[in-house]
């Protein structure tokens, strides 16, 4: 057993994800994935302006699976939204930043 004392705030350390963490989904595999590599390519691309990054997400998913797409990048928000099946995404990136991806017409 390990009686070690832990050292201070060994216990506090965080965990960062460096890969996407999805959270939801009810994509298409092939869809899911392609969402997932264009949003984190934005976010990569804008990291200091989420509304920036949101809107390319939305114009790139627009433009390769048909319009209506809706996009909420940001930390610490909730969201309510309605959606056409086998349209949602809701995934981590980079720790805590949130991405939620939905088509509604």
Known sequence: MD???KAEGEADKKIVHVYPLVKFSDMNDDVRAEAIE???T?????AQNYEHAAKAIKE?????FGTFWH???GE??????SYETK???YLFFGGNLAIVL???S
Do not use: H, R, T
């Open 76 to 81: 610490g928000f909730g969201y309510e939204v």
């Open 87 to 89: 349209n949602i995404l």
């Open 71 to 73: 996009v909420v990048v």
């Open 102 to 104: 939905w088509k509604c």
């Open 60 to 64: 790139l998913m627009d433009k390769k």
């Open 42 to 46: 934005a976010c990569e691309k804008y």
């Open 3 to 5: 009686d070690q004392p």
């Open 38 to 40: 264009l949003s984190i």
